[in-house]
């Protein structure tokens, strides 16, 4: 189901009706573009910490847009054993204009002819893309609104709004969830602006503009719903820039505000990459080989595992693919989870028989993956969002020494490895420079490869040994160690 600004008015009360009694919610989000263009020390590397790895992408997040959002909600049917049922969505964006608020962002070239590709449909993201901004744009404009300071003035003082908040609060505390009121005779601009302090003011409501009037309509918003993607570290950065508030330059900060937002985060990458190796299952490079891997025959939990049905609205992906549109991957992200977790359960079971399989169960046997979102191309594989990162688990830094190449470049450096394997290159002396792979068999093959090597010399990085910091500070103490011996020698001749 796709849905624009004209479907959405009507299209969210059911949306959050439909969280609040599902299991989980797979997610995908498509960008105008990925990362900027940087070079030098702002490319992200294996070298990075968490940290530093954020304030590089937090510059990217900043500059591209979302295109697309893509839902899946996945709920159980009551009363069938291990059976789940679909809910699909595809949400079109495109950020508000409204008075001063006015937002740019880039395209990435690439993104747009990857997109194109897969027959994104560009004229729906530009002509009825929903309008969102985050908290902070929302609050300067009600501050425009209620203070008069606008480009188009406000049409409601303070006191009529104050009456509209009053008028709305009394009935809320005897309204149950689903029951709905209309505030006749408010239309135009001042309805907009009755809906944004409503809605603002008011969490627990939403309201939509019809011909009698705005409908304010009771709604439970604090779902807190297991989130789940692949690879959804970019996902949850841009969910927090363009719906919550700007990034923040503290990287904790970060991680601490999307757990407060997402406190159950399960990233399909990071479960699949163990189960993987266990199983000897063939490699995979994205989520659609995950899945057909997951629904053939190499899965022996194939015909035990969870059934998956797509609901009424939502069966265009019943026959047909529809890889890179957000809906139809938030829907792989959440069956891949179900047979992942399901061939977990198996495993922990496997001399006994396997109990009647339920999603409490699932998270049970999921738990050392929860909070842990995949990281690419970092000096960790993974981010914790419940606690401390867990220390690197990556192969050894190597030192390689250069002799007879003068004016050697990082660049340089790269281009004479990369048919044997793929390394990260950082100057460290000009002479010497170090290499970073994720890999341990690269570590070994070029130790191996370059053993005997005339002019390029590589080795174990030891910090005591190599750290240029370090040999500075052993050769200011090997001069200050030797002019007080000197010193010594010269007053024991003295006396």
Same mark, same amino acid.
């Given at each position: ?15 959050q ?9 797979g ?6 573009g990925l990362?900027?263009?940087?070079s ?10 968490p ?18 959002i ?16 679909a ?21 990435q ?12 449909d ?8 929903i309008?969102y901004m985050?908290?902070e ?15 188009v ?7 009529q ?18 029951? #709905?009121?209309? !505030? ?8 907009? &602006? +009755?809906?944004? /302090? =409503?809605?603002?003011? $008011? ?11 705005v ?18 570290m970019?996902d ?6 363009k ?15 999307i ?16 189960? #993987?190796?266990? !199983? ?8 659609? &080989? +995950?899945?057909? /891997? =997951?629904?053939?025959? $190499?899965?022996?939990?194939k ?34 989870l179900?047979?992942v ?5 198996w ?27 995949? !990281? ?21 830094i ?29 100057r ?14 690269d ?13 390029l ?8 040994r190599?750290?240029?910091?370090i ?23 003295g006396?």
């Amino acid at each position: 189901m796709d849905i624009g600004a004209d479907e959405f008015e009507q299209s969210l009360p059911l949306l959050q009706e439909l969280v609040l009694g599902a299991d989980f919610v797979g997610l995908d989000i498509e960008f105008t573009g990925l990362r900027s263009n940087l070079s030098g020390p702002q490319q992200i590397s294996l070298f990075d910490l968490p940290s530093e790895w954020y304030l590089k992408t937090r510059q990217s997040v900043q500059q591209f847009t979302i295109c697309q959002i893509g839902l899946s909600v996945f709920s159980s049917i009551e009363g069938e054993s291990n059976k789940y049922v679909a809910h699909s969505c595809n949400f079109f964006l495109f950020p508000t204009t409204f008075g001063v608020l006015d937002s740019e962002f880039s395209f990435q070239a690439s993104s747009v002819q990857f997109l194109n590709q897969y027959g994104f449909d560009y004229n729906k993201f530009l002509k009825n893309g929903i309008p969102y901004m985050n908290e902070e744009q929302e609050k300067k404009i009600k501050h425009n609104i209620l203070t008069g300071n606008w480009k188009v003035r406000s049409s409601l003082d303070k006191d009529q709004i104050k009456v509209v908040i009053d008028e709305v609060t009394r009935w809320l505390d005897l309204a149950e969830e689903g029951d #709905w009121m209309t !505030l006749p005779g408010i239309a135009g601009f001042q309805a907009f &602006e +009755v809906q944004l /302090v =409503l809605r603002k003011a $008011l969490p627990d409501i939403w309201t939509v503009l019809r011909d009698q009037g705005v409908i304010v309509k009771k709604m439970l918003v604090k779902a807190r719903k297991p989130l789940v993607g692949h690879n959804m570290m970019m996902d949850l950065l841009h969910l927090h820039e363009k719906f919550f508030r700007p990034l923040p330059e503290s990287y904790d900060e970060f991680k601490l505000n999307i757990h407060n937002l997402f406190p159950v985060l399960i990233d399909t990458k990071n479960v699949t990459k163990d189960i #993987w190796k266990e !199983l000897n299952f063939p490699r995979v490079s994205n989520l659609s &080989e +995950v899945y057909e /891997v =997951l629904n053939s025959d $190499l899965n022996p939990t194939k015909n035990s595992g969870p059934v998956i049905i797509h609901a009424s609205r939502c069966e265009k992906y019943v026959e047909t693919k529809y890889p890179h549109e957000a809906a139809y991957d938030a829907f792989l992200c959440g069956s891949v989870l179900l047979k992942v977790a399901h061939l977990l359960l198996w495993k922990v079971h496997s001399a006994v028989p396997i109990p009647e399989p339920s999603f409490p169960l699932y998270l049970d046997v999921l738990a050392p993956y929860v909070n842990q979102v995949n !990281l690419i191309r970092a000096g960790v594989p993974k981010i914790n969002f419940a606690g401390p990162d867990s220390p690197s688990i990556r192969p050894p830094i190597l030192i390689l020494t250069v002799r007879k190449w003068p004016g050697v470049s990082e660049q340089q450096v790269y281009r004479e490895f990369q048919n044997l394997c793929k390394f990260d290159v950082r100057r460290l002396t000009r002479s010497q420079f170090l290499l970073m792979t994720n890999k341990f068999k690269d570590t070994r093959s070029i130790l191996k490869e370059y053993r005997c090597h005339p002019t390029l010399r590589i080795s174990l990085y030891r910090y005591w040994r190599h750290s240029p910091d370090i040999n500075c500070l052993l050769q200011v103490c090997s001069i200050i160690t030797t002019w007080a011996f000197i010193a010594f020698l010269l007053g024991g001749a003295g006396l």
